[in-house]
């Protein structure tokens, strides 16, 4: 969800949060940081130092979507 402000590059820190989608409702369960090979996003979250295991939040699935778009217009 988040990449280091200054290069976007992936070497650097990647915060990431599993997402589950059940019905209407979007599930964030975890939160950590990548901690893969660097090479590709693939690689990158292959490997997570889970830092929040019960996280435990969770969205409506088209409040969520909208955010999600308008996030990506930026």
């Given at each position: ?35 893969g090979e660097e090479s590709s996003p693939q690689k990158l979250c292959a490997?997570?130092?889970?830092i929040v295991n019960d996280l435990n ?18």
């Amino acid at each position: 969800i988040l990449i280091c402000p200054d290069d976007q590059d992936f070497s650097c820190s990647v915060l990431l949060v599993e997402i589950v989608r059940q019905d209407e409702l979007i599930h964030w369960k975890r939160l950590g940081w990548a901690k893969g090979e660097e090479s590709s996003p693939q690689k990158l979250c292959a490997a997570v130092e889970w830092i929040v295991n019960d996280l435990n939040k969770v969205f409506d699935c088209a409040e969520y979507a909208k955010v999600v778009d308008e996030i990506q217009s930026l």
